[in-house]
T-cell receptor, first 111, second 115 residues
Framework: SQQGEEDPQALSIQEGENATMNCSYKTSINNLQWYRQNSGRGLVHLILIRSNEREKHSGRLRVTLDTSKKSSSLLITASRAADTASYFCATDAGSQGNLIFGKGTKLSVKP | EAQVTQNPRYLITVTGKKLTVTCSQNMNHEYMSWYRQDPGLGLRQIYYSMNVEVTDKGDVPEGYKVSRKEKRNFPLILESPSPNQTSLYFC??????????????FGPGTRLTVT
C-alpha cells in the first residue's frame, strides 16, 4: 500500500541552487518523515513533521506540511554535490509505528 | 556507536536453498522492521515487530518468515528462496510507544540474488 508519492522522480541542479521535492499522500497521517539514501546504502532520517505542524527547519532543510492538500515539500537550500542522493517521504498513519514510503526523488547536484 | 547491523551484506544463492539474513540493533529499540527495495517500486515492508515475541505482516510477507526472540535481533528467513526475491533488503529499528512517532534507523542493506 504505497501512501506517499514524490515529485519529481528525478531532479538535476547546479551546486548552490535550491532543490524542492514534493510528496503527496492519500489518507490522514500522524506524522510525515523525510529520509535520504545514498546510492545502494541504508536510509538516513532527515526530519519528522507532525500532523499539527506546518513547517520545520533543520540546517539547510525546510519541510512544510499541508494536511488539507495531503502534501509535503522538502526544500534543500544552497545545495552541494554531497546532497546527491535519493529522497523519500514516509507517512505514519496507524498506531503500530509503521512507515509507508514513497518511491523517492533522485536528486543530482552538479559541481 | 548506535547502529543496526545486517549480515551478510551480499549473498548469491540458488532457488530453494534456505537462508537467513541477520539483523541486530544496539539501541534497545522495541520496534524492528524488514523492507525490500526494488527499482521502480520503492521500499515495501515485509514484516515488523513491536516487541519481543510480537511480529506482524507488512505489505509483502509471502515467502518470508521472521522471529523476535530477543529484543536486539530480528532475523529474516527465506525458507525456499525464488528468483523474484532477488532484491535489496533493509532492516530498521526505532523506539515505539502507542501513537507516538520516532525516526527509524536503517541497516546498511543486504543485496540478495537468487538464481
Amino acid at each position: 500500500s504505497q501512501q506517499g508519492e514524490e515529485d519529481p522522480q528525478a531532479l538535476s541542479i547546479q551546486e548552490g541552487e535550491n532543490a524542492t521535492m514534493n510528496c503527496s499522500y492519500k489518507t490522514s497521517i500522524n506524522n510525515l518523515q523525510w529520509y535520504r539514501q545514498n546510492s545502494g546504502r541504508g536510509l538516513v532520517h532527515l526530519i519528522l513533521i507532525r500532523s499539527n505542524e506546518r513547517e520545520k527547519h533543520s540546517g539547510r532543510l525546510r519541510v512544510t506540511l499541508d494536511t488539507s492538500k495531503k502534501s509535503s515539500s522538502l526544500l534543500i537550500t544552497a545545495s552541494r554535490a554531497a546532497d546527491t542522493a535519493s529522497y523519500f517521504c514516509a507517512t505514519d498513519a496507524g498506531s503500530q509505528g509503521n512507515l509507508i514510503f514513497g518511491k523517492g526523488t533522485k536528486l543530482s547536484v552538479k559541481p | 556507536e548506535a547502529q543496526v547491523t545486517q549480515n551478510p551484506r551480499y549473498l548469491i544463492t540458488v532457488t530453494g536453498k534456505k537462508l537467513t539474513v541477520t539483523c541486530s540493533q544496539n539501541m534497545n529499540h522495541e520496534y524492528m522492521s524488514w523492507y525490500r527495495q526494488d527499482p521502480g517500486l520503492g521500499l515495501r515492508q515485509i514484516y515488523y515487530s513491536m516487541n519481543v515475541e510480537v511480529t506482524d505482516k507488512g505489505d509483502v510477507p509471502e515467502g518470508y518468515k521472521v522471529s523476535r526472540k530477543e529484543k536486539r535481533n530480528f532475523p529474516l528467513i527465506l525458507e525456499s528462496p525464488s528468483p523474484n526475491q532477488t532484491s535489496l533488503y533493509f532492516c530498521a529499528s526505532s523506539l515505539w510507544r502507542p501513537n507516538s512517532a520516532y525516526e527509524q534507523y536503517f541497516g546498511p542493506g543486504t543485496r540478495l540474488t537468487v538464481t
